[in-house]
């Protein structure tokens, strides 16, 4: 029995190095004579404290313990961690046939930290692993499970030629979709190759109808209920957005939609990029989809060509008005409070849209409109614009034009600068003939005044507009704010009104009634001048015939 109980310690204590986490798996050899044992044995273990005295742990009978060929296994659990014991003895007995058990020499040091390295991961850190031969997973094609509580918090699954990595809870990756990670939320679906969504709940990367070709590499950063489906499209958050072209980006804010190739929708709310390469922003904002592709919820957003207003970029504020683009390549802007540029608006209520018109009604023309809104003396379109068009046949041809216009269809030309260079100024929109020009090559205005532009025509009596004219002040001064150098000679338009009682009002002077003063004055001072001169005639032929009457008498 000593030389069976040495061998028996022996090899308990070689195959404690060959054991795993608890309950440990002793694998060992006995021998019975110098030959391997066969049949059953009791082995009896006993863990005690550092001195040998006190038992840490119920003592672990191993009964029947079968040994086949001098080969051993037998599972031990003492049902404590002995890798928090640090070190302590291990007390080990044997006993064959119901005889008593023998303690196999004095207890032996034992510290399963130690014993157990490279079988088991501390909890405190490990230290000389191997990459690539220490390690925590799998070697088969199981999975690998982190629970919590027992419920599965985690999965890393090999699907295809990558690794998937799901957390959460209720979550999925598609089956035969490689390379997914899903970090964490509730009921998140990634349908892709590739497909990533960081948390957040009922998010979906991928489209589930093209499993697993369609989203590749679609990304969810988080939010809810958001869906990635174009390939290399991405939502990074908020709620009901949809990243649907590929490349299409979402950044965020709620029930936006980037639906074309390379669109971004940002922020905001209820904004649509239906084209490629399209931008919105904002609130209830949209680059028109087209009727090909899946539709936007904006008013009047669902018209167009199948390939939507590509190149567009609309941005809109936060008063709920819907702005839908017409067209491609237009850049929009709805801001109710004004826009800035080195400052903030004049005007905190705004109260006017600005637009460039690249196609008016007059072909060639490109025009610069600003329009007051609707709810401002209740417009219905009415607008200003500068335009440049086409112009004349010189080498510098270009037309700069001032003009009103509204939704009737109703255009006005104020301010004409030509190409050729003259220009026009008219002062009723119900006739083009009324106003000033420069002619060509000129340096005075002309006054429009066609007569058959007038009405009220009456005759004046030039020897009265004389009177009035010689009885009115005529003065030298200068206006307040000139150089005290700068002198001018005229009548005061108070003076000139109360004594012709023509033009709009008392403090101007229309050249016009100054030409028509000046001209109706000569007139009567030709009327004057020309009844003086037959007066002077008159008298002259008197004065022929006295002295000819005279001269007659002499010579008699």
Known sequence: MPLLARRIALSLLLAASGAQAAPWTYRGTLHDGGAPANGRYDIRLSVLDA??????????????????????????????????LGTVKLKTEVA???????????????????????VCWDTQGNAGTNPATDFVGT????????????LIGARLQRNGLGINWTAGYDVQAAFGSSAISIGGGSGQRAWSNGSTIAGGINNVAGDSTLIPAA???????????????????????????????QSA??????????????????GGAEACAGGRFSWAAGYRVAARPGTGGELCSITNATSGDSNGDEGT?????????????????QFLLRSEGGVGVNGTPPNANGGFEFSIFGNTPDEGYVELGL??????????????????GKGGAGSNDADLRIAHRNNSGSFFEHLSIRGDGSVIVRSNPANLAQGVQLAIGAGAWSTLSDRNLKTDIQSILPLDVLERLVAMPIQQWR???????????????????????????????????????????IQGLNQKLEAENAALQAQLQQLAARLAALEAKREH
């Open 479 to 521: 206006y307040i704010g000139q150089p005290g150098d700068v002198q001018h000679i005229g009548p005061m338009a108070q003076d000139f009104a109360a004594a012709f009682g023509v033009g709009e009002n008392d403090t101007t002077i229309s050249t016009v009634d100054a030409d028509g003063v000046a001209l109706a004055a």
């Open 96 to 118: 064959q046939g119901g005889s008593g058990f023998v303690a196999l020499g004095e207890p032996q040091d034992f510290r399963a930290k130690t014993t157990l390295a490279g």
């Open 51 to 84: 001195g040998g005295v006190q038992a840490l742990a119920y003592p672990l009978t191993l009964s029947g313990v079968e040994v086949k060929d001098g080969a051993f296994a037998v599972d031990v659990d003492f049902g404590v961690d002995l890798g928090q």
């Open 313 to 329: 970029f609309v941005w809109g504020d936060a008063i709920g008005e819907a702005l839908v683009s017409t067209g491609p390549n």
């Open 371 to 388: 329009i007051p809104k609707p709810s401002l003396n209740g417009n219905t379109g009415e607008r200003v614009e500068l335009g440049v």
């Open 249 to 266: 980006t979402v950044s965020g804010g709620e029930m936006n939609k980037a639906i074309g190739v390379g669109a971004t929708a940002s």
């Open 215 to 245: 989203g590749i590499s679609a990304t969810v950063g988080g939010g809810i209920a958001n869906l990635a489906r174009g390939q290399f499209s991405t939502v990074a958050g908020g709620s009901a957005n949809r990243a649907i072209g």
């Open 139 to 150: 070697i088969d094609a199981q999975p690998l499970l982190f629970r919590a509580d027992n």
